[in-house]
C-alpha cells in the first residue's frame, strides 16, 4: 500500500507565491509519473502539472510560466512551486503518483488566493 501527504497550501494575497509538497510512503520501489491535480468550488478536476520519471514536464495552459513542478526521487516527494497567484487558483490541490501500474491520490491541500 502507498500513501501520499500533501502539505504547503494555505491563504496568500494575489501575486504571491506557495510551494506544495506532496511525499509517498509505503511499499514503493520506483514511481513512474507525479502530477498535480486541483479542483475549484462546481468545477471538475483538472490537470494542473506532471512530471515522467526521466523529468519530462507539462502544464496546463494557465499556469504556465507561474508554475514549476519538480520532483525528489530519493525522497519519493513531488513538489508545485506556483507563483504569481491568481484568485483563480484557488482549489483544492491534490497529488497523484503512479506505482507500479496503479494510481494513488493524496488527501488534498486547500489553496485560497485572496485579498
Known amino acids: 500500500q502507498v500513501q501520499l501527504v500533501e502539505s504547503g497550501g494555505g491563504l496568500v494575497q494575489p501575486g504571491g507565491s506557495l510551494r506544495l509538497s506532496c511525499a509517498a510512503s509505503g511499499n514503493i520501489f520506483s514511481i513512474n509519473t507525479m502530477a498535480w491535480h486541483r479542483q475549484a468550488p462546481g468545477k471538475q478536476r483538472e490537470l494542473v502539472a506532471s512530471i515522467t520519471s526521466g523529468g519530462s514536464t507539462n502544464y496546463v495552459d494557465s499556469v504556465k510560466g507561474r508554475s514549476t513542478i519538480s520532483r525528489d526521487n530519493a525522497k519519493n516527494t513531488v513538489y508545485l512551486q506556483m507563483n504569481s497567484l491568481k484568485p483563480e487558483d484557488t482549489a483544492v490541490y491534490y497529488c497523484?503518483?503512479?506505482?507500479?501500474?496503479?494510481?494513488?491520490w493524496g488527501q488534498g491541500t486547500q489553496v485560497t488566493v485572496s485579498s
Open positions: 497523484r503518483m503512479a506505482v507500479a501500474g496503479r494510481y494513488y
